[in-house]
């Protein structure tokens, strides 16, 4: 099992921008793949962005997007414009295949809460 350690949430106003970031002790193939996912109370956990280690392919979105540091092993998710129904928890995953499916990620850390106020 991979340990992620996830760290950067907290609070921001509307507009605002917020960077997460995630760790993982080492890439093995069971991390080739990360992503983040977030869940606000009483929705479902819900795809943001993902990347994979070797081929660098990256799904994110206009206010969402991914960067690496391989020698931490470290992969940063950039939040801008951030908006009121940003408000959630945001998970870091790790998996062996790139995916937006929740299910193909074995390995997820504590989650970090990120608040946007208005």
């Known amino acids: 099992q991979v340990q992620l350690v996830e760290s950067g949430g907290g609070l921001v106003r509307a507009g605002g921008s917020l960077t997460l970031s995630c760790v993982a002790p080492?890439?093995?193939?069971?991390?080739?793949?990360m992503a983040w996912f977030r869940q606000a109370p009483g929705k479902e956990r819900e795809f943001v962005a993902a990347?994979?280690?070797?081929s660098k392919i990256t799904f994110d979105q206009a206010r969402f997007s991914l960067s690496e540091d391989n020698a931490k092993n470290t992969v940063y998710l950039q939040m801008n414009d951030l908006n009121v129904e940003d408000t959630a928890v945001y998970y870091c995953?790790?998996?062996?295949?790139?995916?937006?499916?929740?299910?193909?990620?074995?390995?997820w850390g504590q989650g970090t809460q990120v608040t946007v106020s208005s």
């Open positions: 995953a790790a998996g062996p295949h790139l995916s937006r499916d929740p299910a193909q990620y074995p390995n």
């Open positions: 990347r994979a280690w070797s």
């Open positions: 080492e890439v093995t193939f069971s991390s080739r793949a």
